[in-house]
């Protein structure tokens, strides 16, 4: 069989956010119920804070696969993406590889429909005022997912670099019609806000504990080592903090390892993994005035599961 290279074009044209989303529930479930098997990433720090990743994660007795990408924050504002690579599929029997499947696409809708369904899980049912901290391609993919479910009423944006906040409120002003704010800082941003998600790359804790209030519901998204973190940790410590996979948070979260460090929480604090609060062995939002966190961390499985989907769907043209 020739191997299949599906490129990123490809990707969006045939796979839609409310399919991915339902993708994700399935291989989040999947994971907490070992049917799946998800596998630390392996991160090679190149110089200049460039990383080369590596994440496998085997699937079920048809698919295994890895996703290989590199992370190049010094990418922002050119031509590049920050986030690139190929998502390679192989199959479980033979270990035959069945394609390449462009990672950057896969990335783009994949972690925007994680983030709406922990949103979907953790947030008031009535949530409807949210918040962006970044206005790069994931704020582009977390609204078309958010929008799948809740109504978005209003729309915070704050970006380091006004332009880039200014040109995507435009955007949404043009394709959605959403009211939408420019803020001037990330605590303008996030006042008020029923939904918070944090997309920078900021290494430095944008969201403080004082401004939140009672009831947000918080997608951690940017942050994704040990030596970054994008929520203060006194935040943390009042949350109720769920992650993807409970072994890359204690590996690999800075936003939950600084405040274990700083003996703010211990390590019960984490409540569990999304997949667990999809199949109910596990209780999410209870009260109203809580404020819960969602540690997205992004999974392989995640990443394979998406390029299943796209490689049989391509099978069926």
């Known amino acids: ?45 190149l110089p200049e804070s460039k990383i080369l990743g590596f994440m496998p994660a085997y699937l079920d007795e048809q698919y295994f696969g890895a996703k290989i990408i590199t992370v190049f924050k010094s990418n922002l504002g050119t031509k590049y993406p920050s986030h690139q690579g190929y998502v390679m599929l192989f199959d479980s029997m033979h270990g035959v590889p069945l394609a390449l499947v462009d990672g950057y696409a896969i990335t783009k809708i994949r972690t925007g ?12 049912k009535d949530a409807g005022r949210f918040a962006f901290l970044g206005a790069g391609e994931q704020a582009r993919s977390h609204l078309e997912a958010f929008r799948l479910v809740r109504k978005v009423e209003e729309l915070a944006v704050y970006d380091i670099n006004p332009d880039y906040a200014n040109a995507y409120a435009e955007e949404v002003k043009e394709k959605y019609d959403i009211p939408i704010k420019v803020a001037s800082c990330a605590r303008d941003a996030v006042t008020g806000a029923d939904v918070i ?6 290494r430095e804790p944008l969201v403080e504990l004082a ?34 996979n409970q072994e890359s948070v204690f590996n690999e979260s800075g936003d939950f390892l600084n405040p274990l460090k700083a003996g703010l929480i211990g390590e019960g604090h984490y409540r569990g993994d ?3 609060l999809l199949s109910g062995e596990i209780a999410g939002r209870e009260m109203k005035d809580e404020i819960t966190l969602f540690e997205a961390l992004g999974l392989a499985v995640e990443d394979v599961a998406a390029a299943r989907f796209v490689y049989e769907k391509t099978l069926k043209v």
């Open 1 to 45: 069989m020739a191997l299949k290279i599906i490129d990123g074009n490809e990707v969006f044209r045939i796979f839609s956010m409310e399919e991915c989303i339902s993708v994700m529930r399935q291989a989040l479930i999947d994971t907490a119920q070992k049917r799946s098997v998800q596998y630390l990433r392996k991160a090679v720090f």
């Open 113 to 124: 429909a994680v983030s709406a369904v922990a949103t979907d899980l953790l947030a008031r």
């Open 197 to 202: 998600t944090t997309i920078t790359t900021s």
């Open 211 to 244: 401004d939140v209030e009672a009831g947000a519901h918080i997608n951690a998204v940017g942050a994704c080592t040990p030596r970054e973190s994008e929520i203060a940790p006194e935040l943390v410590a009042v949350s109720k903090f769920f992650g993807d």
């Open 274 to 276: 999304l997949g667990a």
